[in-house]
């Protein structure tokens, strides 16, 4: 992480701070950078949760969920309000896991982010994680990868990250909440040695490529990527309704970090 970009990012969020007037409790990369496999080109993907004033919602006008900054060079800085975060967390949608377990934290108050990880590890459904999982991986391959065997390379990580996470959350049968570095995904699931050479040297080359094209996706990887979804549809499972019980628990955290942030004003 370049220090000059640290610096950038802190400023956009101080803007956002004054613009918006709003806490961040949580402000992280994502993406590539987040997920252990940038270029050197890499976007800098600053995602952040904010939680609004108290006194912004006596208004009988709706405010939007989302804050997006301008794009800025290589700077791409937006984020969510927390209510969004927690009705998105409780749809599966793995995104907000992955913030909550980001290796590259801007910013984050730490009870803030230990009552998130506690609420998704409670109330987090697996079916609907895997499900979101799936999603990702069968996309990628369905639109990106051709006849001949060749993919764009940077999509193929975009297939494989999602088949390493339903591949962890198959031999973790007790957790919903898989890591977000390909690398610790790789560490913790038993991954053949094979396929261990493949990602490895693919990731160095990605490190050290600007741009990587199209290419012939190596046939391990491939295998890999279709048999883990095929696992996945197996062990997916039914969606049930959110339980009115998850329900309630996001509404007392939604009005505890409030009250709570808006002390510190």
């Not at 709003?22 to 987040?34: K, N, T």
């Not at 895997?130 to 051709?146: A, F, K, M, N, P």
């Not at 919903?176 to 560490?187: E, G, I, N, R």
């Amino acid at each position: 992480m370049s220090p000059e970009a640290v610096t950038q990012v802190d400023a956009l969020l101080r803007q956002v701070r004054i613009d918006h007037q709003v806490h961040i409790p949580l402000a992280i990369e994502s993406g590539s950078r987040a997920w252990g496999f940038p270029s050197p080109d890499s976007d800098y993907d600053c995602r952040f949760i904010y939680v609004r004033p108290a006194a912004q919602s006596l208004s009988i006008w709706p405010k939007r969920d989302v804050i997006e900054m301008p794009l800025v060079g290589d700077m791409d800085v937006n984020g969510w309000d927390l209510s969004k975060a927690l009705r998105l967390l409780l749809k599966g949608n793995a995104v907000v896991v992955e913030w909550l377990n980001s290796p590259i934290v801007y910013s984050g108050d730490i009870i803030f982010r230990d009552e998130m990880l506690s609420f998704a590890n409670t109330w987090l459904d697996r079916g609907r994680i895997v499900t979101h999982y799936l999603h990702l991986g069968r996309r990628q391959l369905d639109v990106h990868l051709e006849n001949d065997g060749t993919i764009p390379l940077k999509k193929l990580f975009y297939a494989l990250r999602p088949a390493m996470a339903l591949r962890w959350l198959r031999l973790h049968a007790g957790s919903a909440v898989a890591p977000m570095s390909l690398s610790v995904l790789v560490d913790e699931a038993e991954t053949p040695r094979a396929l261990r050479a493949q990602l490895t040297e693919l990731v160095e080359l990605k490190a050290s490529t600007r741009e990587m094209g199209r290419g012939q996706a190596p046939s391990v990887l491939i295998e890999f990527i279709q048999q883990e979804l095929e696992h996945g549809v197996q062990f997916a499972g039914s969606t049930p309704p959110i339980a009115d019980e998850a329900m309630v628990a996001a509404d007392a955290l939604y009005e505890r970090t409030t009250r709570r942030l808006d002390l510190s004003l």
